[in-house]
């Protein structure tokens, strides 16, 4: 890989490499790549954000489209943002030509399990339509390039140590099934059209870059803890008597800076012609249990609240595995991506950023 002194990614010549365990490899003569401009969709998102400060400190010239549905456009002052939809094909293609986008990093889409399990068709609609309207606009403008944000949640429940990109995929519930349908679409519109496309199988994101940057959803263990505890009621614990050494699930946790550092490094491989299809697991290889995460997380909150509620174990809920923890070996040899966060690190620039965030409403009027 070379950087002219701009920052702008030039290379060619290396050959197209298959990533994943789909098997048909093109090895088309590859043209020359001078310039690549970036659309980040969700990029107003919690880990778009990371992923659009990433790339702008990599050298990469990047614009962000978000609908701000959960996005918030502070995340990217500084950045050119396009607010619409996806879905909005005149105005992808419109940012797309104005900008001179060649790659696309996609991220916008809709992201929690159980809201999936009551809203099927919205979670098909915004991860599954949302994903093929945007391929059309993007493909028909001349887009070459694809990073696509799928989730450890298309493995379901995984019954392996540690869980490899060949591991079968077997979602257990409508937003896991429609991150996989996202893949196999995006695929087929890879063999058709030779978009040179990856997708990143991100495992349990948490903690933030900058305080700015923090999730505000509360769709993960870390935040959802924060959020009961700033109210004054006790975390609660799903299942303490699953096959693990604590009774607790056991999961993968990946900072949101690592993660962004994962595009960087695969929209570079694409365009540098080093990968041309497939997935990847981004994740630590690392398990931590619930009921260790839990005390770190309580640690770090007392500190500034002082008591708090100790977890509570509650039932177990149903389709929840016990443990899924990402081998990351295949992302670390093709993109020479390893995450260095680790999870104190996490956990500690998540409440940074949970305060930050409680401040900053608390200054908004009305
Ligand atoms: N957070 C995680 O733990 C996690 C894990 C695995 C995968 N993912 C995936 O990563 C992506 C980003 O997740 P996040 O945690 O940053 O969520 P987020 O809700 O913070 O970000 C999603 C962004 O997409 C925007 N958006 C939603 N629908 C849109 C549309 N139709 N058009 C344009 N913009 C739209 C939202 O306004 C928001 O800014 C999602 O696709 C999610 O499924 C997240």
Redesign the pocket.
Known sequence: MTLRSGGRLIRSGARRVQVGPERAVRAAPLPIVTTMTWLV??????????VVAAMTAGGEQVVA????????PA?VAGTPLVV?????DLAVREAIATHGVTGVV??????SVAESMGEPLRYYQ??VE?LRALLAAATGSGVRHFVF?????VYGSPDVDLVTEATPCRPVNP?GES?LVGEWLLADVGRATGLAHVSL??????GAARPELA???V??LVTQVFARLDAGLAPLVFGGDHPTPDGTCIRDFVH?AD?ADAHVAAARALSAGRISSGQLNIGRGVGVSVQDMCRLILDVVSADLGDVPQPEVVAARAGDPARVVSSAARAQELLGWRATRDVAEMVRSAWAGWRHQAAARQLLPG
């Open positions: 969709t969700g990029g107003a998102g919690y880990i778009g954000a990371h489209l978000d609908d701000l549905s959960t996005g918030d995340r619409a939809s996806v879905a909005d996609h991220l916008a889409g809709k992201k915004e991860n949302g944000s799928s989730s450890a949640a937003y991150k199988r991100y495992f349990n994101v948490a999730d505000t959803t769709a993960n949101a993660i």
